[in-house]
């Protein structure tokens, strides 16, 4: 177990913000017309981000109800059973699951922290 310091905690946030970026980048790209193999693509990278998300979420108390959300996403992207909308659908929830990924704020708790240092 490693001791909390303020530059420890700016690595923490730093490794949280790129975590975000990476997370919602792909959801963005595919607001774009692609071949429908990226979308596949997708699939495996946003289920399994989503079911992270998720976990670190139910670890906190603060963001805990936040895990309801990014469970059904992770179940939406799931590769395995795949949910089919029409297009203009998917590129809702792709804006929709890009924002939560961009906006969730990083939990305080000690071991959200250890997660990303």
Same mark, same amino acid.
């Given at each position: 177990?490693?001791?909390?310091?303020? =530059?420890?905690?700016? @690595?923490? *946030?730093?490794? *949280? @913000?790129? =975590?975000?970026?990476?997370?919602?980048?792909?959801?963005?790209?595919?607001?774009?017309?692609?071949?429908?193999?990226?979308?596949?693509?997708?699939?495996?990278?946003?289920?399994?981000?989503?079911? &992270? &998300?998720?976990?670190?979420?139910?670890?906190? @108390? $603060?963001? $805990?109800?936040? &895990?309801?959300?990014?469970? /059904?996403? &992770?179940?939406?992207?799931?590769?395995?059973?795949?949910?089919? *909308?029409?297009?203009?659908?998917?590129?809702?929830?792709? #804006? /929709?699951? =890009?924002?939560?990924?961009?906006?969730?704020?990083?939990?305080?708790?000690?071991?959200?922290?250890?997660? #990303?240092?």
């Amino acid at each position: 177990m490693t001791e909390t310091t303020p =530059a420890n905690d700016g @690595q923490s *946030f730093f490794r *949280f @913000q790129v =975590a975000k970026a990476i997370s919602a980048a792909p959801l963005l790209i595919a607001l774009l017309e692609l071949p429908y193999g990226y979308y596949i693509l997708l699939r495996l990278w946003t289920c399994p981000l989503a079911i &992270a &998300a998720a976990y670190a979420c139910f670890c906190t @108390q $603060k963001f $805990k109800w936040l &895990a309801i959300p990014f469970g /059904i996403i &992770a179940l939406m992207f799931n590769p395995l059973i795949p949910v089919h *909308f029409e297009r203009e659908v998917w590129q809702v929830i792709d #804006f /929709i699951v =890009a924002a939560m990924f961009l906006l969730i704020p990083m939990p305080q708790s000690k071991e959200f922290k250890e997660m #990303f240092s």
